[in-house]
């Protein structure tokens, strides 16, 4: 399991390094512009948060306090008593009982229940009960044209007394509000995060009074179920480590299987959600891949360029013929995955060190890196999965990842033939 590990750690280094110092700066700054959020239907609410009497932000300034940063929440407004602060500046400080006006995204919204001394203020005080109800949920809902509720708001109508819902948080496209939310008007087309159960919130939507447009308590931040997560990857860490600890091998099949069966058993991943939690795309792309390596031994074309590198690396020792297996898996792997390229070279590499007289273990260990050095193109399926919410182009992976490569190349020809001798 952990036999790649020593090499593994200094490559990784090697290549953080370069990524930090260097690679970093070569890309453009193509952040996620609003085209982003609208393409992800990622809403920005609004909501209050309370600062507690023992919160670790009272008497920092805006700017002390970090929660443009560590909470990726934006503070539009301080409502502090009778006194209300609009746009304040980072030097304005932070008081016990304030009432901050924020904006952001549901998940960053939700993660205030973590941060010590800060509470979401709903339209009434949420309590133990509420909040621990396997019942209770999260709603988007949106206010009709056509809706009694438009132009009222929360308070004058008892929205918590008469419809047992609770409003977290407002959306408005195109305007932000700066007073408390049982105050502000409802418009049409304002979207609201709201906390209950399906049965409260099914009246209003048979009314047409607002449109449930998603359930987000499935999709939203589960703070408590982290230790289950962890639970489930010691477990299968654990069970792959079985023939070492206990002598009995234990696929790794099984092992990662128990581990999905501890996250489905403690809800840590519901059910429901597992087929929209896989990407069939790239399940397609890595088959197709892996019949392109199919393809590439039945017609000979891995022995034809096998018989390459002997002919023009054979006579300038073992590690330039070692150096050519190594390229010609990374030249493979950026069309086709990782996998695809490791079946189609190690056969023929492992063939070419026994009839040269070589360890056949260190060309597979050498293929086994550079199969996983897949960073020229965008093609290899890890790669797919950052291409398009990173808003990257072909030419970035180019720019970047070909002096990356060179990199790990030199620093895996180097230490690979020390760790396991030609």
């Known amino acids: 399991m952990f036999e790649l590990t020593s090499v593994g750690i200094i490559v990784f280094a090697v290549g953080m390094l370069y990524m930090l110092f260097v690679g970093r700066w070569m890309l453009p700054a193509r952040g996620a512009g609003s085209s982003l959020t609208e393409d992800y239907s990622i809403r920005e609410y609004i909501s209050e948060l309370v600062v507690l009497p023992n919160s670790r932000l009272i008497g920092k300034t805006l700017g002390e306090s970090h929660i443009n940063t560590e909470l990726e929440l934006n503070v539009l407004g ?56 396997e019942s209770v949920e999260l709603f988007e809902v949106m206010v009709m044209r056509d809706s009694q509720i438009v132009g009222q708001t929360l308070k004058s109508l008892r929205f918590r007394q008469d419809y047992d819902l609770t409003v977290l948080a407002i959306n408005r496209h195109g305007e ?25 919130i099914e009246p209003l939507v ?11 308590s499935a999709s939203s931040m589960r ?6 997560a962890i639970a489930a990857f010691v477990l299968f860490l654990s069970l792959s480590l079985s023939k070492i600890v206990i002598g009995v091998d234990i696929p790794l099949a099984i092992c990662v299987l128990s581990g999905v069966l501890l996250l489905l058993a ?18 397609v792309l890595i088959a197709c891949m892996m019949s392109f390596g199919v393809a590439m031994e039945k017609t000979g074309t ?10 023009y690396f054979g006579d300038y020792g073992p590690t330039a013929v070692l150096a050519g297996f190594f390229l010609l898996t990374v030249m493979l792997t950026q069309p086709m995955s990782n996998q695809a390229a490791a079946l189609v070279v190690l056969p023929v590499a492992v063939k070419t060190a026994i009839a040269l007289g070589l360890n056949p273990r260190t060309f597979i260990v050498a293929v086994t890196y550079a199969a996983s050095f897949s960073f020229i193109t965008p093609l ?16 970035d992976f180019v720019k970047v990842g070909t002096i990356l490569t060179i990199i790990v190349f030199v620093a895996a020809m180097i230490l690979v033939p020390i760790f396991w001798p030609l």
């Not at 403690?266 to 399940?283: A, C, G, H, P, Q």
């Not at 891995?302 to 002919?311: K, N, R, S, V």
């Not at 797919?384 to 990173?390: A, D, E």
């Open 78 to 133: 301080i409502i502090r008593g009778d006194l209300k602060h609009v746009a304040p500046r980072a030097y304005e400080r932070i008081e016990a009982n304030d009432l901050l006006i924020v904006e952001g995204k549901i998940d960053d919204i939700l993660r205030v229940k973590e941060e010590v001394g800060l509470e979401i203020k709903a339209d009434f005080k949420l309590n133990d009960r509420v909040l621990e109800s």
């Open 176 to 200: 932000t509000f700066i007073d408390k939310l049982s105050d502000v008007p409802l418009k049409f087309g304002d979207v609201l995060l709201v906390q209950g159960t399906q049965e409260e």
């Open 206 to 216: 048979v009314d047409r009074e607002m449109l449930l447009l998603e359930d987000v």
């Open 223 to 228: 703070i408590d179920k982290r230790k289950w």
């Open 266 to 283: 403690t809800k840590t991943v519901r059910y429901v959600e597992m087929y929209s939690l896989i990407d069939f795309r790239l399940l």
């Open 302 to 311: 891995d022995t034809y360029l096998a018989g390459y590198i002997q002919t």
């Open 380 to 395: 290899e399926p890890a790669c797919v999965l950052v291409y398009t919410p990173g808003r990257y182009r072909f030419m």
